[in-house]
C-alpha cells in the first residue's frame, strides 16, 4: 500500500517556506534593533549636518573661514565648529566619534578641504 503525499507535502512545504522567511525577516530586524544600526545611520546623517551648521557658526563667530591657507586659522575654526557639535549633538559625538574634539576637528577640516576642491 502505497500513500502518495505529494499533493499533501506541496502545500506544506510552501507554508513552511513563508514561515521560515517570516522568522528570518522578524530576526533581521530584532537584531538591527538591538545593535541600533537604523539609529546609527540617522545620528551618522545628523553628526554631519550638525558639523556643516558648526563650521557656519564658527566662521561667523570668527570672522574668519575655514577655507583660509593659514592652518592656524583652519585649526581655530575647526575647534570651535567641533565644540560647537560637542556642545549641540552630544549623543552622537558620543556613539559615533571615538576621538572626542580632536576627531571633530580633523572631520571639520577634512570637508573644508572638500569645498575648497569643488569650489575649484
Same mark, same amino acid.
Given at each position: ?49 550638525? &558639523?556643516?551648521? %558648526?563650521? @557656519?557658526? $564658527?566662521? +561667523?563667530?570668527?570672522? #574668519? ?5 593659514? !592652518? ?23 556613539? &559615533?566619534?571615538? %576621538?572626542? @574634539?580632536? $576627531?571633530? +576637528?580633523?572631520?571639520? #577640516? ?5 569645498? !575648497?576642491?569643488?569650489?575649484?
Amino acid at each position: 500500500m502505497n500513500i502518495d503525499l505529494a499533493p499533501v507535502l506541496q502545500p506544506l512545504m510552501e507554508i513552511l517556506v513563508a514561515v521560515a522567511l517570516t522568522l528570518g525577516t522578524f530576526a533581521i530586524k530584532t537584531l538591527a534593533d538591538k545593535f541600533g544600526l537604523e539609529r546609527d545611520g540617522q545620528l551618522a546623517s545628523l553628526l554631519e549636518d550638525s &558639523l556643516r551648521d %558648526g563650521i @557656519r557658526v $564658527a566662521e +561667523k563667530r570668527l570672522g #574668519r573661514s575655514i577655507r583660509d591657507a593659514d !592652518v592656524n586659522v583652519q585649526n581655530e575654526v575647526a575647534g570651535e565648529a567641533a565644540d560647537w557639535v560637542i556642545e549641540n549633538v552630544p549623543k552622537a559625538v558620543r556613539r &559615533l566619534v571615538p %576621538g572626542g @574634539r580632536e $576627531a571633530l +576637528k580633523e572631520k571639520a #577640516r577634512a570637508y573644508a578641504e572638500d569645498l !575648497v576642491g569643488a569650489e575649484a
